[in-house]
Structure formats: structure tokens, C-alpha cells
């Protein structure tokens, strides 16, 4: 079976025991990711997650009952150690500071161990210079508990024997979700987010819960503005509609505290230091990015957001210097610019480890400008990925005070100015009125109001208004997509759940007239003989690259994704071969594809530009047509197998009187035109070199493309005619001709049906001989002819005059010799 990509939304990592600091809930990870799923937050996995890797599995605590000099090695102990079950092991260690009555960590047989540096190893029973070892009695560096190994790990002396490792040093797994998140939810792109839709679900199925999330305490001693407080000025109101922030000093930049280390690193996020990590805390745990800068770099004292001329070079974090455009909102001081806004930190203004006073920054940037920015840009972060999607404009100053709070906890320092708030225009709540009767005719079924409303209120929605069988709703800014009546319903339903919606007992319907061409009916028919024949259908991209096209007449995408995807697509050649590429890199070529798709073409037309959108089937074949088996043998995919499925799917439609002429075409070496009433239909060939080199297949490939938009039209006016099976015998008659080279198929098939328009039912070349039994410009066609009155039996003579007139033809208009 071939290999397809899938389209990936934005992956995000929520921690099961980080999730359980917000809300109360008792529900297995298996349970909670079931819950996440049916409100519409995909989890795609669940991966246990250990802070020691290998969780300190198959090391207990011992006690050290005796020790004595081993006979033979002047640097090694022998020791039994009691591990608790009546337990006792022999065990040799090379530690100096072992001694009797220790408690320790001891590996028994079996056990893997992880140690800080070099590779895991596992403990087997052996003999050390003549004496049995049954075990390991354990250093922290050994069991990744630490770096030292000045030797062994001596514990508390009230440490209980025969105790799990992991239960003594309280490691405890987690367990993290991995969840692929759709665009229009950035309300959930954060643990309380995640936490707050749990609670609506947990409410809605159990109406005696009242669930709520727990939001932090964010009480902060904010002292008076002293000189070394910076001060704020927003020039562009429109691109920054709130900005926020604070200056705290004295404080000791330093590696985080094991706690925060052991949550973030949980998520997948990598530690730098605990003043950007808690940053990052915060931007995970609310969905608000924060930013620190060195407050001793900010010239004047002073934060100004605005933009800079365009073309200013700005260098940031990773060393790149980025040429600014009119559209990059930028942090700026009273000289410079220190950040992109949003997106991506200057190289010169974050924190180091000289840091001792910070400003930290919490704002809502406008979405389009953070998009426009961080596409121009090529730029992806946490950050821009939340500003673009929109945040939520009335938690900055709670984000704010929450991580001022935890940088005091752990790096110290003191806040010393005010919380720093320009806000000068409010985002009021989005107002949005609530029918319930539309609600259920939505939905497609009566959901009580009670739990409507209660659903509404667990998801933060103010019901400011009630009566008249509806609701007025004031909904939170933080929902940037439930703005309509719509998305309301919406956010009930997956809260409601989507499998608690039953089917009717009853299907009502109505005769309606369609109008001719059924496009799906046509389409499903023609892929489910397809795929009767072996064919795969694939999905691919409608944007490519420019560099597959050099004719100019590509439709630009005025801001792409990147260069690989930056036009839309002229044919469906170059993305099934995208498809074939993928497939043979992975040992998989034997290859029959086929792709309905659009495809996209500008043209000039009178001084201005014309699109043309047009609907395409797509055919392609290489490699082997069938797998290798014993009893039959392999046949290569070649141009005439491809020939022999297109008129396969024109046949299906109708089609008959099909016309082919071989063409030049610039992307095949061996190509033909397939016509109906002089418009062509499809085009068919052998994929040339230069073609297939660009995506470095080494097998040949045959691709057709039929216009399914002209099969349409065509259709429109083509009658289905129905015609009774015969009654009547056919009559096979078979001509042996040589003709010369020149000479092609289709014409001596067009020349034997105009000869014999009445009887002639069909026509077929069954052998060809080209060798040095006949001359050398010559070739020899075997053909059959069958033959057929619908309304009598055929006579011989009627046969005999019908097969002279068809020999005639074919000798007056091809030169073709009757062979005997």
C-alpha cells in the first residue's frame, strides 16, 4: 500500500499532573483523553513520562548488614545487604565510604540502570575476583539521580527497607497528552484552557458536579516607582492595543528549581534559566507569552512599541540579521529596537547570567500583524503561534503578577515599580444572541435549557439576558472564534457531546430533481472502478513550488507558507510524482495512483488577467502491475496498460468514438490526445527524463490527465441509450495485413468501420510482427473482425461481401496487402 502525507495541526503538550493543579479530578489519563477527544481536542497520544529516565525501576532500599576486606582486591568490599522479604544478597562494592548499618539504593539482577553520563547498562549476577555479586549497591550518578561519584548514595536512616526507589524519592510518572490543536482554538492552548473545558464536560455528564478550575493566586506587594522602574510608551495603538508590564530587581539568575525543571521538561520544553523558564511556565500554564528583558540594556528607562523605517537591519536571537518591513510592530528603546513584538527576541536585550533587574513585559499584539511578521519572517514560536491565532487582552496583568510572583519565589529580587497597564481602548465581550429553538434545529435535538445554560456559564459565557425562548450572551475575548449564533451552538454541542446526539427513528426526505450531470454520482462511480483495478486515490496540496512551472502563467500566493508552496498548482503531474518519490524513498514502487484536483492557470485577457480554474482526474502507474507470485508472472506498467484503463474510465462515462493522436508535449517523451467531437478529453504519456530527474524516480512513469470539467459539460448533453442485448449470433472473421510503418492502428480501425457502418460491431489487433521475414519498411497487423445483424442470422454471403468491402478499403486507403 502506498504512503500519504496528512496535514498536521500545531501540536501541544499538556501534562496530566500539571493539568491536576487547576481542577479536581479523579479520571484515569486513558478516561480524560477520551473527554479531551469528544469536546473536539484531538489527542493524538499519551506518552508516560519519567523525570529519572527508566523511573528508578528494579532498585529498592537496602540496608548494609555486613562489610568485609574481599581476600583478593585491596580497593573492594564484600557486603550482604538486606533488601527486605528475608532477603539477604551478596554484593561486591568498590565504594570507600560503604560501612554497615547504611541505608542505601541497590540494584538488583535484571535491573537496567540509566546513570547522568554514558550508556545504560544492566546488573547481572557475576563474580568479581572470586566473589559472588548479586547486585549493586548504587551512586546518584549511577541511577541519574545526580553527577556525583565520589561514591555510593547513603540514604536517611529512617528510609524504609524493601521500598521501591521511585516511591522513596517520590519521582512519581506523569503523564502527557499530546493534542492536535485546530486553529481556531487558541482559547486552549494552555493548561487552564484545557482545564476549563474539562470542567464544562465533567458539569454536563454529571448534573450533580459543580467542577470549577482553580486560577493561581496572583496577590503581588507592588512597591512604589523608584528610579530604577521603566516607563512605557505604546505609538501604535492599533498593532498593540495593550501593553503591560513590570520592573523587578535584585534578583540572582540561576538554574531552575527541580519542580519547575521537572514540568516544563515534562511538555518537551527545554530549561535555559529560571527567569525565561518561568516565562515559559506561565505562557503553558495561561496562554499568555511574557518576555524579560535586561532592564540595564534598555537606554532611557524607557519601553517605546512602534515601528521602525522599513529596511532597518535588526538582529535577533539566533544571530540573523532580519531586514524590518512597515508591518513589524517592534520593542524599542529610546536607540533601539530590542524585539520583534510577538514574535522573537533581540540578540542584545534578553537575559544572561550578569542579569540582576528585569522588565518584564506581558501585551496583546493584533493578530494580523504578528501573522504578517512572523510569515514574512519565516519566523515560528510559542509566542507568534498564540498572537496569531489572538489571546486573550484581559489577562496580561494577571499573567503578569503571576510570573512577578514566581520570580520572587525563585530568583528573588523586589519589585520596584507599579504594574505598568496602557489599555486605552477596552475589548469589550463579544454580544451574541442565543435562540434556543435554533439551537435545536442546529443541533437536531431538544437539549434541556438548564444544561445549555450551565454549559454556557462553565465556558465563561455571561448570559446578560434572558427571555422570549432565548438568550443574550456576553462572550469572553479569549473565544476569538464564537462570535456568531453559530459558534455558540457549537461550543454546546462538543461540550454536550457529539456521540450523545442520536439518530432519528425516522429518515424524512423528498423527491428532488437534480440536474444532469450527477458530478458526484460521477466521480464515486468512476473511483470505485478505480480502485476495482488496483488504483489508490491520493489528496495532495493544491499550493507547489514556482520552480515546477517556468511558462508565467502560475497563480502567486501573495504571502506562502514557504517557497515549496508558494503557487497553485498548473497540473496534477507534479504532486503525484511528489507522491511517487515519497513512495519509492521507502521501497515501495509499485505504484497505481489516482487524484481528482483542481488546477489553477492565469492568462492575459484585453489588458487584464484572466483565472482559469479547472476540475482534473489524474492516472499514473509505474513499477510492477501486479506482486510477485509463483504461479503467474510480473508485468511492467507501460503506455498501453495506462491506454487500455483511460478508455476504461471514458467507457464508464459513455464515451465511445474516441479519437487519439500523438502529440509533442514538454513534460512526456512518448505522448497522445484523447478527443470527443474535436474537444480534447485527456492526454496521456510516458514521463520524460528531465521530468522524473527533478524528483529523482529511476522507474519509468505513465500519467494521464482527463478534464473532468470538459467531461462534465459534455455530459450534460450526452442521452443514455438503452439498447436490448442480441438476439442474434456474432460472426468473427480474422485479416492478416502488411502495411508499411507509417501506417498506425486507428487509422485501418477508421477505415474498416467506414467501409462497413451496418454489421462491423467491433474491431481489434490481436498480433504485430516487425522482422527479417518481411521487408524491412513493412510490418505485419493480425486484426479481427466481429460482425453482427440485430435483427437476422448472417448469411455467409452477407459475411463474405461485408469482409470484400472492408478489404477493399483498407487496400485503397492504406496500401495494406491481404496476406493469405
Given at each position: 500500500?502506498?504512503?500519504?502525507?496528512?496535514?498536521?495541526?500545531?501540536?501541544?503538550?499538556?501534562?496530566?499532573?500539571?493539568?491536576?493543579?487547576?481542577?479536581?479530578?479523579?479520571?484515569?489519563?486513558?478516561?480524560?483523553?477520551?473527554?479531551?477527544?469528544?469536546?473536539?481536542?484531538?489527542?493524538?497520544?499519551?506518552?508516560?513520562?519519567?523525570?529519572?529516565?527508566?523511573?528508578?525501576?528494579?532498585?529498592?532500599?537496602?540496608?548494609?548488614?555486613?562489610?568485609?576486606?574481599?581476600?583478593?582486591?585491596?580497593?573492594?568490599?564484600?557486603?550482604?545487604?538486606?533488601?527486605?522479604?528475608?532477603?539477604?544478597?551478596?554484593?561486591?562494592?568498590?565504594?570507600?565510604?560503604?560501612?554497615?548499618?547504611?541505608?542505601?539504593?541497590?540494584?538488583?539482577?535484571?535491573?537496567?540502570?540509566?546513570?547522568?553520563?554514558?550508556?545504560?547498562?544492566?546488573?547481572?549476577?557475576s563474580k568479581i575476583r572470586g566473589a559472588i555479586s548479586e547486585g549493586m549497591i548504587c551512586a546518584e550518578d549511577e541511577i541519574g539521580l545526580g553527577t556525583s561519584h565520589d561514591g555510593i548514595l547513603i540514604l536517611d536512616n529512617n528510609a524504609e527497607i524493601g521500598t521501591n526507589a521511585s516511591e522513596y524519592f517520590k519521582l512519581g510518572d506523569d503523564y502527557v497528552f499530546e493534542i492536535g490543536l485546530t486553529p481556531n482554538r487558541a482559547d486552549a492552548a494552555s493548561h487552564i484552557g484545557i482545564a476549563r473545558d474539562l470542567a464544562a464536560v465533567i458539569n454536563c455528564k454529571n448534573k450533580n458536579s459543580d467542577c470549577k478550575i482553580t486560577i493561581p493566586d496572583t496577590k503581588l506587594n507592588a512597591t512604589a516607582q523608584s528610579a530604577n522602574a521603566i516607563a512605557v510608551e505604546v505609538a501604535d495603538a492599533i498593532a498593540c492595543p495593550r501593553y503591560s508590564g513590570i520592573t523587578i530587581s535584585n534578583i540572582k539568575v540561576s538554574a531552575s528549581p527541580d519542580w519547575l525543571k521537572k514540568r516544563l521538561e515534562a511538555i518537551g520544553v527545554r530549561c535555559i534559566n529560571n527567569i525565561v523558564?518561568?516565562?515559559?511556565?506561565?505562557?503553558?500554564?495561561?496562554?499568555?507569552?511574557?518576555?524579560?528583558?535586561?532592564?540595564?540594556?534598555?537606554?532611557?528607562?524607557?519601553?517605546?512599541?512602534?515601528?521602525?523605517?522599513?529596511?532597518?537591519?535588526?538582529?535577533?536571537?539566533?544571530?540573523?540579521?532580519?531586514?524590518?518591513?512597515?508591518?513589524?510592530?517592534?520593542?524599542?528603546?529610546?536607540?533601539?529596537?530590542?524585539?520583534?513584538?510577538?514574535?522573537?527576541?533581540?540578540?542584545?536585550?534578553?537575559?544572561?547570567?550578569?542579569?540582576?533587574?528585569?522588565?518584564?513585559?506581558?501585551?496583546?499584539?493584533?493578530?494580523?500583524?504578528?501573522?504578517?511578521?512572523?510569515?514574512?519572517?519565516?519566523?515560528?514560536?510559542?509566542?507568534?503561534?498564540?498572537?496569531?491565532?489572538?489571546?486573550?487582552?484581559?489577562?496580561?496583568?494577571?499573567?503578569?503578577?503571576?510570573?512577578?510572583?514566581?520570580?520572587?519565589?525563585?530568583?528573588?529580587?523586589?519589585?520596584?515599580?507599579?504594574?505598568?497597564?496602557?489599555?486605552?481602548?477596552?475589548?469589550?465581550?463579544?454580544?451574541?444572541?442565543?435562540?434556543?429553538?435554533?439551537?435545536?434545529?442546529?443541533?437536531?435535538?431538544?437539549?434541556?435549557?438548564?444544561?445549555?445554560?450551565?454549559?454556557?456559564?462553565?465556558?465563561?459565557?455571561?448570559?446578560?439576558?434572558?427571555?422570549?425562548?432565548?438568550?443574550?450572551?456576553?462572550?469572553?475575548?479569549?473565544?476569538?472564534?464564537?462570535?456568531?449564533?453559530?459558534?455558540?451552538?457549537?461550543?454546546?454541542?462538543?461540550?454536550?457531546?457529539?456521540?450523545?446526539?442520536?439518530?432519528?427513528?425516522?429518515?424524512?426526505?423528498?423527491?428532488?430533481?437534480?440536474?444532469?450531470?450527477?458530478?458526484?454520482?460521477?466521480?464515486?462511480?468512476?473511483?470505485?472502478?478505480?480502485?476495482?483495478?488496483?488504483?489508490?486515490?491520493?489528496?495532495?496540496?493544491?499550493?507547489?513550488?514556482?520552480?515546477?512551472?517556468?511558462?508565467?502563467?502560475?497563480?502567486?500566493?501573495?504571502?506562502?507558507?514557504?517557497?515549496?508552496?508558494?503557487?497553485?498548482?498548473?497540473?496534477?503531474?507534479?504532486?503525484?510524482?511528489?507522491?511517487?518519490?515519497?513512495?519509492?524513498?521507502?521501497?515501495?514502487?509499485?505504484?497505481?495512483?489516482?487524484?481528482?484536483?483542481?488546477?489553477?492557470?492565469?492568462?492575459?485577457?484585453?489588458?487584464?488577467?484572466?483565472?482559469?480554474?479547472?476540475?482534473?482526474?489524474?492516472?499514473?502507474?509505474?513499477?510492477?502491475?501486479?506482486?510477485?507470485?509463483?504461479?503467474?508472472?510480473?508485468?511492467?506498467?507501460?503506455?498501453?496498460?495506462?491506454?487500455?484503463?483511460?478508455?476504461?474510465?471514458?467507457?464508464?462515462?459513455?464515451?465511445?468514438?474516441?479519437?487519439?493522436?500523438?502529440?509533442?508535449?514538454?513534460?512526456?517523451?512518448?505522448?497522445?490526445?484523447?478527443?470527443?467531437?474535436?474537444?480534447?478529453?485527456?492526454?496521456?504519456?510516458?514521463?520524460?527524463?528531465?521530468?522524473?530527474?527533478?524528483?529523482?524516480?529511476?522507474?519509468?512513469?505513465?500519467?494521464?490527465?482527463?478534464?473532468?470539467?470538459?467531461?462534465?459539460?459534455?455530459?450534460?448533453?450526452?442521452?443514455?441509450?438503452?439498447?436490448?442485448?442480441?438476439?442474434?449470433?456474432?460472426?468473427?472473421?480474422?485479416?492478416?495485413?502488411?502495411?508499411?510503418?507509417?501506417?498506425?492502428?486507428?487509422?485501418?480501425?477508421?477505415?474498416?468501420?467506414?467501409?462497413?457502418?451496418?454489421?462491423?460491431?467491433?474491431?481489434?489487433?490481436?498480433?504485430?510482427?516487425?522482422?527479417?521475414?518481411?521487408?524491412?519498411?513493412?510490418?505485419?497487423?493480425?486484426?479481427?473482425?466481429?460482425?453482427?445483424?440485430?435483427?437476422?442470422?448472417?448469411?455467409?454471403?452477407?459475411?463474405?461481401?461485408?469482409?470484400?468491402?472492408?478489404?477493399?478499403?483498407?487496400?485503397?486507403?492504406?496500401?495494406?496487402?491481404?496476406?493469405?
Amino acid at each position: 500500500m502506498p504512503y500519504f502525507w496528512h496535514s498536521y495541526f500545531k501540536k501541544m503538550k499538556i501534562s496530566y499532573s500539571w493539568l491536576k493543579s487547576y481542577i479536581a479530578i479523579t479520571n484515569t489519563p486513558e478516561e480524560l483523553a477520551e473527554m479531551l477527544t469528544d469536546c473536539g481536542l484531538e489527542v493524538e497520544s499519551i506518552e508516560k513520562h519519567q523525570s529519572i529516565k527508566g523511573g528508578l525501576e528494579g532498585i529498592v532500599i537496602g540496608e548494609v548488614k555486613t562489610k568485609e576486606k574481599h581476600p583478593d582486591a585491596d580497593r573492594l568490599s564484600v557486603t550482604t545487604v538486606d533488601i527486605g522479604n528475608n532477603t539477604i544478597l551478596n554484593i561486591v562494592c568498590g565504594a570507600a565510604n560503604v560501612a554497615a548499618g547504611q541505608k542505601v539504593a541497590v540494584a538488583k539482577i535484571g535491573t537496567k540502570l540509566y546513570p547522568t553520563t554514558g550508556e545504560p547498562f544492566e546488573i547481572k549476577k557475576s563474580k568479581i575476583r572470586g566473589a559472588i555479586s548479586e547486585g549493586m549497591i548504587c551512586a546518584e550518578d549511577e541511577i541519574g539521580l545526580g553527577t556525583s561519584h565520589d561514591g555510593i548514595l547513603i540514604l536517611d536512616n529512617n528510609a524504609e527497607i524493601g521500598t521501591n526507589a521511585s516511591e522513596y524519592f517520590k519521582l512519581g510518572d506523569d503523564y502527557v497528552f499530546e493534542i492536535g490543536l485546530t486553529p481556531n482554538r487558541a482559547d486552549a492552548a494552555s493548561h487552564i484552557g484545557i482545564a476549563r473545558d474539562l470542567a464544562a464536560v465533567i458539569n454536563c455528564k454529571n448534573k450533580n458536579s459543580d467542577c470549577k478550575i482553580t486560577i493561581p493566586d496572583t496577590k503581588l506587594n507592588a512597591t512604589a516607582q523608584s528610579a530604577n522602574a521603566i516607563a512605557v510608551e505604546v505609538a501604535d495603538a492599533i498593532a498593540c492595543p495593550r501593553y503591560s508590564g513590570i520592573t523587578i530587581s535584585n534578583i540572582k539568575v540561576s538554574a531552575s528549581p527541580d519542580w519547575l525543571k521537572k514540568r516544563l521538561e515534562a511538555i518537551g520544553v527545554r530549561c535555559i534559566n529560571n527567569i525565561v523558564d518561568i516565562t515559559n511556565y506561565v505562557l503553558h500554564e495561561m496562554g499568555q507569552p511574557l518576555h524579560a528583558f535586561d532592564a540595564n540594556k534598555i537606554a532611557g528607562k524607557k519601553i517605546i512599541v512602534k515601528k521602525l523605517p522599513t529596511g532597518t537591519k535588526f538582529k535577533t536571537l539566533d544571530e540573523i540579521e532580519r531586514t524590518l518591513t512597515e508591518n513589524d510592530l517592534m520593542i524599542c528603546d529610546e536607540n533601539v529596537g530590542l524585539c520583534i513584538a510577538g514574535v522573537f527576541g533581540g540578540i542584545n536585550s534578553g537575559v544572561s547570567d550578569s542579569t540582576t533587574s528585569i522588565f518584564l513585559e506581558s501585551a496583546y499584539f493584533d493578530a494580523v500583524h504578528v501573522r504578517k511578521t512572523a510569515k514574512h519572517h519565516a519566523l515560528k514560536t510559542d509566542a507568534s503561534f498564540r498572537f496569531e491565532r489572538g489571546t486573550d487582552p484581559n489577562i496580561t496583568v494577571t499573567a503578569l503578577k503571576r510570573a512577578a510572583q514566581l520570580i520572587i519565589e525563585v530568583a528573588g529580587g523586589e519589585i520596584v515599580s507599579e504594574i505598568i497597564d496602557v489599555y486605552p481602548t477596552k475589548i469589550e465581550p463579544f454580544k451574541v444572541p442565543l435562540s434556543f429553538a435554533n439551537c435545536d434545529a442546529l443541533i437536531g435535538k431538544k437539549i434541556d435549557h438548564e444544561i445549555i445554560k450551565n454549559i454556557l456559564r462553565s465556558l465563561e459565557i455571561e448570559i446578560v439576558n434572558e427571555g422570549n425562548d432565548a438568550l443574550l450572551l456576553a462572550v469572553p475575548p479569549f473565544k476569538v472564534d464564537v462570535q456568531r449564533e453559530a459558534d455558540v451552538i457549537e461550543e454546546i454541542l462538543r461540550v454536550y457531546g457529539y456521540n450523545n446526539i442520536e439518530f432519528p427513528d425516522k429518515l424524512h426526505s423528498s423527491l428532488s430533481y437534480s440536474a444532469k450531470p450527477d458530478a458526484d454520482y460521477e466521480r464515486k462511480k468512476i473511483s470505485g472502478s478505480l480502485a476495482a483495478n488496483g488504483f489508490y486515490e491520493i489528496f495532495c496540496n493544491s499550493l507547489t513550488k514556482a520552480a515546477y512551472y517556468d511558462n508565467g502563467s502560475s497563480v502567486k500566493l501573495l504571502n506562502p507558507l514557504s517557497n515549496d508552496l508558494n503557487v497553485m498548482r498548473q497540473n496534477l503531474l507534479f504532486s503525484g510524482l511528489e507522491v511517487i518519490a515519497y513512495n519509492q524513498n521507502r521501497k515501495n514502487s509499485d505504484l497505481k495512483l489516482f487524484e481528482f484536483g483542481t488546477t489553477y492557470l492565469q492568462v492575459a485577457a484585453a489588458e487584464k488577467i484572466k483565472y482559469i480554474e479547472e476540475k482534473k482526474l489524474s492516472l499514473l502507474c509505474t513499477g510492477n502491475l501486479n506482486t510477485e507470485i509463483w504461479h503467474q508472472k510480473t508485468a511492467n506498467a507501460d503506455f498501453y496498460y495506462l491506454k487500455s484503463v483511460l478508455q476504461l474510465v471514458l467507457t464508464n462515462l459513455g464515451f465511445s468514438n474516441l479519437k487519439q493522436n500523438s502529440i509533442s508535449h514538454p513534460l512526456f517523451s512518448q505522448a497522445s490526445e484523447i478527443s470527443v467531437n474535436k474537444k480534447t478529453i485527456a492526454v496521456l504519456g510516458k514521463a520524460n527524463k528531465k521530468t522524473t530527474k527533478q524528483f529523482d524516480i529511476k522507474n519509468d512513469v505513465f500519467a494521464a490527465e482527463i478534464n473532468w470539467t470538459t467531461i462534465l459539460q459534455l455530459l450534460k448533453t450526452k442521452q443514455t441509450i438503452y439498447k436490448e442485448i442480441g438476439k442474434f449470433p456474432e460472426v468473427r472473421r480474422d485479416l492478416a495485413l502488411l502495411v508499411d510503418k507509417a501506417v498506425n492502428y486507428d487509422q485501418l480501425e477508421q477505415v474498416a468501420y467506414q467501409a462497413e457502418k451496418k454489421i462491423l460491431k467491433t474491431v481489434n489487433l490481436f498480433d504485430v510482427y516487425e522482422g527479417d521475414k518481411i521487408e524491412g519498411s513493412k510490418k505485419s497487423y493480425a486484426m479481427s473482425f466481429i460482425l453482427q445483424d440485430e435483427t437476422a442470422t448472417l448469411t455467409d454471403k452477407q459475411i463474405e461481401s461485408a469482409m470484400e468491402r472492408i478489404s477493399k478499403s483498407l487496400s485503397e486507403k492504406t496500401g495494406a496487402i491481404i496476406r493469405q
